[in-house]
């Protein structure tokens, strides 16, 4: 039992055309249960890509995605997943606490469940007070804070997070990643995370995915031996470092296929 | 009560550069047209204007009235015309190419024209022709606008949507609609000038003589420039009143959004 199970994926976009583009090629990969997976890589290496075939936002040119034991297209319509983007894309016309209850109208919620749930929601990112506030009233911070919220409001047994804390300054940034984890901690989800940054990639991850480019693929997966408990002294741990190499390692390598280095090709 | 007071002394704080400015001005043109002797066919002074317009007062509101409601009837079935165009343009995007072109063709008709070709339509007393005018203007300046916001949505918001497996109808609803509601308020402060505008001038080609803009030519071709004056205040009044009644709507929906 996996909750995510990709075998063979790949996605051409163009295909065909002149601007066709090798997006994924022949991606595998399996994330377990409450497992805190990343996916790390530069621009244009198809991390964004391979999480919106999770979320069944594309459809793989050839392969299966198949989502908590389902195939992803109906993974998405029992709304089995939620979902966090660089934007915190909160609804600026809905208050806060609107915003959380949104996924759960979709779902035909009655009011009463959708205030109780959305009150439980407040607690869990920490900001109960904050409810009848208007979105533009809150920090950046605390934006994704409620987007996370409305991203686990129907207790989706997955989260998807494209770069969320990519437009976060470093302190609120590290703030985030602990209270990502506390949350995730709390209800056991399991979470894949689209991220540029090495360092948030290791701290928060059991495994770290290395793409690359031009074809998009998996070049390595870097296990994280940190444990499950984490905190800022995790931070100045040697297997943070180690682990940090490790990745470094892993997109250096390619860069270096890259430039021609360490191949015979000149 | 205090706040009220507050509130008022505030407003009244805003406004008084304004009041004494527009007072200085009066003054300056009572002051230059009695000072040069100024002809009143060249320049009338505001004294003589405002008594024409307080002697004149029960014509002057008729005539307002007349034009008033065409405006007001212009403007609504305009506005209810480009909503409900601009629901269909953004749902089927393949008619917004084969209507763009055809409505910058109908806005670059000239005004007279439109009302000339419309008067033929109608029998010479109808109101009907100046309505459908203004309708037109409204129309467009609303379709384009609510169009725009019906369209011009966040990539995230629509991305999200479709992750809670969201219907077409349910992304309409929930962003759609309310992402084009303030789009909605915009093209109503530019339309609702735009429509007293409207009826003022679609009255100088023919017609029923009993609206302000034909008040003022009939008065201006007689020489009459005080009475002619005092149309123009009347027109000046009701277009702020256009004006102020969209800037009230649009405040309405503003406060519900910041409570």
Redesign the interface.
């Known amino acids: 039992m996996s909750a995510v199970s990709i075998r063979n994926a790949s996605k051409v976009f163009n295909l065909g055309k002149s601007n066709q583009v090798d997006a994924l090629r022949n991606v595998s990969l399996d994330v377990k249960p409450g497992e805190f997976v990343s996916l790390i890589g530069p621009s244009g290496c198809g991390k964004s890509t391979l999480l919106r075939l999770i979320?069944n936002?594309l459809e793989p040119t050839n392969g299966d995605v198949v989502v908590n034991d389902k195939p992803a297209a109906q993974a998405?319509?029992?709304?089995d997943?939620?979902?966090a983007?660089q934007?915190a894309?909160l609804?600026?016309?809905?208050t806060v606490r609107k915003n959380i209850e949104?996924?759960l109208?979709?779902k035909g919620w009655d009011k009463n469940a959708r205030a109780l749930r959305a009150n439980e929601m407040l607690q869990l990112v920490q900001l109960p007070e904050f409810g009848?506030h208007?979105p533009w009233q809150l920090s950046g911070g605390m934006q994704q804070r409620i987007a996370i919220a409305r991203a686990l409001a129907a207790h989706p047994p997955l989260l998807?997070m494209d770069e969320p804390f990519g437009a976060l300054d470093e302190m609120t940034r590290e703030y985030m990643q602990g209270e990502l984890l506390r949350i995730c901690a709390a209800t056991g989800t399991t979470v894949v995370f689209v991220t540029h940054s090495i360092p948030e990639a290791v701290y928060l991850s059991n495994r770290v995915v290395v793409m690359s480019p031009r074809p998009g693929r998996i070049t390595k997966v870097v296990d994280v031996s940190l444990g499950g408990e984490r905190n800022e002294d995790t931070r100045n741990r040697t297997a943070f470092f180690e682990a940090i190499t490790a990745v470094r390692e892993g997109l250096r390598g390619m860069h270096a296929a890259h430039v021609g280095l360490g191949n015979d090709d000149r | 009560m205090n706040r009220v007071g507050n509130l008022l002394r505030t407003t009244l704080g805003n406004a008084l550069p304004a009041i004494v400015f527009g007072a200085l001005f009066l003054g300056f043109w009572e002051w230059a047209v009695r000072f040069f002797e100024l002809k009143p066919y060249f320049l009338t002074a505001p004294s003589a204007i405002w008594e024409q317009f307080t002697s004149n007062f029960t014509l002057i509101r008729g005539a307002a009235t007349v034009s008033g409601t065409n405006a007001l009837i212009g403007l609504l079935a305009g506005t209810v015309l480009g909503v409900a165009m601009s629901f269909v343009l953004s749902r089927f995007g393949f008619l917004n190419q084969l209507i763009t072109p055809l409505a910058v063709a109908l806005n670059a008709v000239p005004i007279f024209v439109l009302v000339a070709v419309l008067n033929n339509m109608y029998s010479i007393t109808s109101e009907i022709p100046r309505r459908i005018m203004v309708a037109l203007v409204v129309y467009f300046i609303v379709l384009v606008n609510v169009a725009r916001g019906l369209t011009q949505v966040?990539p995230?918001?629509v991305?999200?949507?479709?992750?809670?497996?969201?219907s077409d109808v349910?992304i309409l609803r929930?962003?759609r609609i309310?992402?084009a509601?303030p789009f909605l308020f915009v093209s109503l402060k530019i339309a609702a000038p735009a429509a007293v505008i409207t009826a003022f001038v679609s009255e100088y080609f023919g017609g029923s003589q009993n609206g302000l803009g034909s008040r003022i030519s009939s008065n201006i071709a007689n020489s009459k420039n005080a009475a002619a004056w005092a149309y123009v205040l009347a027109a000046c009044l009701l277009g702020l009143l256009f004006y102020l009644f969209s800037v009230v709507m649009e405040s309405l929906n503003r406060k519900g959004?910041?409570?």
């Open positions: 979320a936002l998405r319509l029992d709304q997943y939620g979902m983007f934007q894309g609804f600026e016309w809905r949104l996924p109208e979709l009848d208007y998807l | 966040s995230t918001h991305e999200l949507m479709r992750s809670y497996a969201a349910a929930k962003v309310p992402n509601i959004e910041v409570k």
